[in-house]
């Protein structure tokens, strides 16, 4: 008898991974509509990542393919400019939200054009915007239309061959010529030639350099200058080299250059002037708060922190979905069950996804509170500026300096939990992850670079950290109150003071645990302030600081997911939520960062074991009977998944076959080097090779 299944011939009965899927989706106790509106922030953005994922998906040049994962390096950079060109399009059309929005959810499946796009209208244009006049930006940007994409297409030139996190150390001259009223940029040496710059190689007409202001033989620190390089007919200027730096581990589609200048002149007027000023005669006028043209940098990390949630959402869902509807032996407690069990049935598979999932929903929660306190901010911090109002502006700092903190904590933390959890989650699909149709090869490949470029992560984790000890220094020092999200530790003498905070299995709460963490943040910091004033070194505390790092982005992401739980206004909704919440602390938090919350006296050691023996387990069970509305409430259509083994229906087998067969044309049974294995397989004997030289014959004719 032949069995007829949804699309191929079967003469017994196989697999049914989309029936699985199917009861698990019966099972749901609460809407995904209703979930994904909390995990985006509000019932608008919602709907509105929705109408772009809808439109992405209809877009004959923005929509992603099974094509993508075997594109060359060529072919890659062609595909990128053709969706560059589209882009131009909605960027003149649409609210410069929606298409920032629009851009954010398509970085995840193409992080080239992200970052293309990214570096010309966000680092290009953002560092004009925030270290130029307003005359500055109206003229390069507005009236040369380089904010629609149109004229001219601008790079970020802060990195160099010798210096990359240290942006203070780039050696880049621009020194001031009176008689010309030019600055002259100059490459002094190699160390000092722009290295990885997204666009330079060949898109690039003009770059803000980050060099070194030198007047009258004074150095006065590293400034910003608009330089041109190529002319209207795409020329490279006299002066500039400009080059390749070949291939990447991923992002391919980028062209990623090096830029090296000989005594290039620009106009005085080309410097950016809003902070540091230098006239005709060549006086200097310093910024008292230079620190501010650094804040053009942070929309660039809260956008990889976002990056973070999307990208751990896209391949824990893919993942989710294999694990039901993929089975495999027969587990001990469900013998006598007739068929294989499913993956996400056995406790060591719930234990490497369930936590994920768990940490996709604090991202997701978190960063979209992130993207609010960074417009917030920086639109306090514009019109103090714009106003001249002195007052104002140093009471916008205090928000700042917060964001800073907070900005750098998470775009380093998230950025590598969300590597970690590529790397887990294709291994929880066994040899099918390993497909590049999966989706996760050239995920992961495009990916590990976010845990480096605007700002190293450790580096990044170390400059959050020192703030959180000088900050605790200041309290215990001088008994101030600290503002933002770093108020806790205003409570620093009260948590010095106390013993073991978590000691029993009832305290295992939201707020409980985000106490414990405060607790933990504080005593951390105050023994390396106790460190670093001793050995007079900050460098003896880097390891505490990029931990602080991270127990405040955890902190920040908790709060956040437990406040949302609280305001979660469907009692359904509510109590997922802190099932989620629960997973998140136990996994995340209270297991990952267990010795230290031993070592400080934090949570009783007891505790701590039985946190991972008997805690875990039970709450990624809890969580794994409503994984799949889960991952269904981050909303991500297939097209946007573009991944054979994680489709909606679950019919992973027949999709992945059907892919396989589509970009693999199965009529072609001969390769182009068939000849060669051909000629290699039916090859003459040994004997026959050597002409018979070396047989019985011959050694009888030559003996003679």
């Known amino acids: 008898m032949v069995l007829q299944s949804k699309s191929l011939v079967s003469t017994s009965p196989g697999p049914d991974p989309a029936t699985s899927i199917a009861e698990e989706r019966a099972n749901a106790t609460f809407d995904p509509v209703d979930m994904h509106a909390v995990i985006e922030g509000s019932p608008e953005k919602a709907q509105k990542i929705l109408e772009l994922y809808q439109s992405l998906e209809r877009d004959p040049i923005l929509a992603p393919s099974f094509r993508d994962y075997e594109l060359s390096r060529d072919e890659n950079r062609e595909q990128t400019t053709a969706r560059i060109a589209r882009m131009t399009q909605y960027v003149e059309n649409e609210p410069y939200e929606d298409f920032w929005r629009r851009l954010n959810l398509m970085t995840v499946y193409d992080p080239?054009?992200?970052?293309?796009?990214?570096?010309n209208l966000g680092l290009f244009i953002n560092c004009i915007r925030g270290n130029g006049t307003d005359a500055q930006y109206n003229y390069w940007c507005v009236e040369k239309e380089a904010r629609h994409m149109k004229q001219l297409w601008g790079c970020f030139g802060m990195t160099e061959l010798g210096h990359g996190s240290n942006a203070a150390g780039v050696e880049t001259t621009a020194t001031f010529d009176e008689k010309t009223d030019e600055f002259i940029i100059n490459t002094p040496h190699i160390g000092a030639t722009k290295w990885w710059i997204g666009g330079a190689a060949h898109s690039a007409t003009h770059c803000v350099v980050y060099a070194r202001l030198i007047i009258k033989g004074k150095d006065y620190g590293v400034k910003t200058f608009v330089v041109p390089l190529r002319d209207s007919r795409h020329q490279l200027m006299p002066g500039v080299a400009i080059g390749d730096i070949g291939s990447k581990m991923g992002r391919e589609g980028v062209d990623n250059g090096w830029i090296q200048f000989s005594k290039v002149r620009i106009p005085r007027f080309f410097m950016l002037q809003k902070f540091c000023k230098v006239d005709r005669s060549g006086k200097v006028e310093l910024p008292p708060l230079e620190q501010l043209s650094y804040i053009s940098l942070l929309q660039g990390r809260v956008g990889m922190a976002s990056d973070s949630y999307r990208i751990c959402a896209r391949f824990v869902t893919i993942a989710t979905r294999y694990a039901v509807g993929r089975r495999q032996f027969k587990s001990d407690q469900r013998e006598d069950e007739k068929e294989e069990t499913q993956l996400i049935n056995y406790p060591l598979h719930q234990r490497r996804l369930m936590p994920y999932l768990a940490l996709a929903y604090a991202m997701g929660l978190g960063t979209d509170r992130l993207e609010r306190q960074h417009a917030e901010t920086v639109k306090t911090l514009e019109d103090a500026v714009a106003k001249k109002n002195e007052k104002a502006i140093y009471a916008a700092l205090a928000n700042t300096k917060?964001?800073?903190?907070?900005?750098?904590?998470?775009?380093?933390?998230?950025?590598?939990?969300?590597?970690?959890?590529?790397?887990?989650?294709?291994?929880?699909?066994?040899?099918?992850?390993?497909?590049?149709?999966?989706?996760f090869g050239k995920s992961y490949a495009d990916w590990v670079v976010q845990c480096t470029w605007e700002g190293d992560n450790n580096v990044l984790?170390?400059?959050?950290?020192?703030?959180?000890?000088?900050?605790?220094?200041?309290?215990?020092?001088?008994?101030?109150?600290?503002?933002?999200?770093?108020?806790?530790?205003?409570?620093?003498?009260?948590?010095?003071?106390?013993?073991?905070?978590?000691?029993?299995?009832?305290?295992?709460?939201?707020?409980?645990?985000?106490?414990?963490?405060?607790?933990?943040?504080?005593?951390?910091?105050?023994?390396?302030?106790?460190?670093q004033e001793q050995l007079e070194s900050w460098d003896a505390v880097s390891y505490e600081r990029v931990l602080l790092s991270k127990l405040h982005a955890h902190h920040y992401l908790l709060e956040t997911l437990f406040l949302a739980t609280r305001k979660a206004q469907k009692p359904e909704i509510s109590y997922i939520l802190s099932k989620v919440t629960k997973l998140y602390f136990l996994t995340n938090v209270l297991e990952a960062f267990a010795r230290d919350f031993v070592s400080y006296a934090v949570v009783k050691p007891q505790l701590s074991l039985a946190i991972s023996s008997k805690f875990v387990p039970a709450s990624c069970l809890e969580v794994r009977g409503q994984a799949i509305p889960l991952v269904d409430s981050f909303q991500q259509p297939d097209g946007f998944l573009n991944s054979a083994i994680g489709v909606y229906d679950g019919n992973l087998y027949e999709n992945y076959f059907k892919v396989v067969k589509t970009h693999n044309d199965p009529t072609k049974t001969k390769a182009p080097y068939s000849s060669d294995l051909e000629d290699m397989l039916n090859r003459g004997s040994v004997l026959q090779r050597a002409r018979f030289e070396r047989d019985t014959e011959a050694s009888k004719k030559l003996s003679s």
Do not use: P
């Open 112 to 119: 080239s054009l992200g970052i293309r796009i990214s570096v």
């Open 402 to 439: 917060s964001l800073f903190v907070d900005s750098a904590a998470l775009k380093s933390t998230l950025t590598w939990l969300a590597e970690q959890c590529i790397t887990e989650t294709r291994q929880a699909c066994g040899g099918s992850g390993y497909s590049a149709y999966s989706g």
């Open 461 to 531: 984790g170390m400059s959050a950290g020192r703030t959180l000890i000088k900050n605790i220094q200041t309290v215990l020092e001088k008994d101030v109150k600290i503002k933002g999200s770093t108020h806790y530790l205003s409570d620093a003498k009260e948590y010095l003071n106390r013993r073991y905070y978590l000691k029993r299995e009832d305290q295992l709460t939201a707020i409980e645990v985000l106490r414990a963490l405060e607790v933990l943040i504080v005593r951390v910091a105050a023994a390396a302030a106790e460190k």
